[in-house]
């Protein structure tokens, strides 16, 4: 069966016309679709002149208001001066309506540009993204990006000392098409840590950094070295622990308490001292007293005596 020139003809054209929808290798001007709802990115600056309206129409060239209908941006409202220079910076993400036509019904998207992952392998296929590979050679960096309608990704490569190193080191600069790859060779330049970062080339918001260690594995057993040195620290500890445990042993010493309870002994030495003195005196006072009270009390009775017996013999004699 033959197949019509004319259709063959009209496939490859659709062909090339979804290759140019589908990826860009420079930052677009225009939304390539123009039928409601436009997918556009924040931060873009588009000519959206040409922008079908759901109530019919093009949004045109004069001023005109955007409200959002849905996601962040529901209940805002944003203001497009110029409608063949709009500037979609810092807009909410979500659906906005042209309040122009009265319907309702979302003529842009805006959407978040972001580069979803970064992915680095050896030759082998080993994924060593923000890891080790000993030579750096036949590596591939893949990115995947939300954005590749609008914009293409840009790559760049730093050595360890800071120098980029793009021009020498990769295959090429970009990517074009989200799921792309680009090969590097980091086999000729110092070992150490690279840095691989991709952007947006309008779109610089959207970028992701990644890395890559060469050289020798040395680098991982200093690592090893590293670890072991908290084994050391504990050591340490465990003797301190030994330490601590004998020092309750010595705190059983101070029961030579008792030696300091002897002392309050030796404080009621003074007590007998006091005795002696209390009696010192009142034993030499008795015996001055008693001497005193004997002598001169013995002779008024005796003569007491003496006067009765007398009155008591002449009481006789009349009788």
Not at 93 to 105: F, K, L, N, Q
Request: charge should be negative; proline fraction near 9%; charged fraction near 20%.
């Amino acid at each position: 069966m033959t197949i019509p020139r004319t259709l063959v003809v009209s496939v490859v054209a659709l062909l090339v016309v979804a290759g140019v929808t589908g990826a860009v290798s420079a930052p677009r001007d225009r939304p390539a679709e123009t039928e409601p709802p436009v997918r556009v990115f924040v931060d873009e600056t588009l000519d959206v002149s040409a922008v079908e309206l759901t109530g019919g129409g093009t949004v045109g060239t004069d001023p005109v208001a955007l409200a959002g209908v849905a996601g962040e941006a529901d209940g805002v409202i944003e203001n497009v001066d110029d409608p063949t220079d709009a500037d979609f910076g810092g807009f909410a993400t979500g659906s906005y309506d042209v309040r122009a036509d009265d319907d309702d019904r979302a003529e842009f998207s805006v959407v978040e540009p972001r580069v979803t992952s970064v992915v680095v392998r050896n030759q082998n296929g080993a994924n060593v993204t923000n890891g080790w590979e000993p030579s750096g050679a036949s590596l591939t960096v893949t990115a995947e990006y939300n954005f590749d309608e609008a914009d293409r990704l840009d790559l760049t490569v730093e050595a360890p000392d800071g120098l980029e190193v793009t021009s020498t080191v990769a295959s090429r600069d970009r990517f074009t098409t989200s799921g792309g790859s680009v090969s590097l060779d980091l086999s000729d330049e110092a070992d150490g840590t690279f840095r691989i970062t991709v952007e947006g080339s309008d779109l610089e918001d959207a970028s992701r950094t990644v890395t890559v260690r060469t050289g020798p594995r040395r680098t991982a057993t200093a690592t090893a070295t590293r670890t072991a040195t908290p084994t050391r620290t504990a050591t340490p500890e465990t003797t301190a622990t030994i330490t601590r445990t004998a020092t309750p042993t010595e705190t059983t010493e101070p029961t030579p308490t008792p030696s300091p309870t002897a002392t309050p002994t030796a404080t009621t030495e003074p007590t007998p001292t006091e005795p002696p003195d209390t009696t010192a005196p009142s034993t030499p006072t008795a015996p001055s007293t008693t001497t005193r009270t004997t002598t001169p009390g013995f002779g008024p009775i005796v003569a007491l005596v003496a006067v009765g017996g007398v009155a008591r013999l002449l009481h006789r004699r009349r009788e």
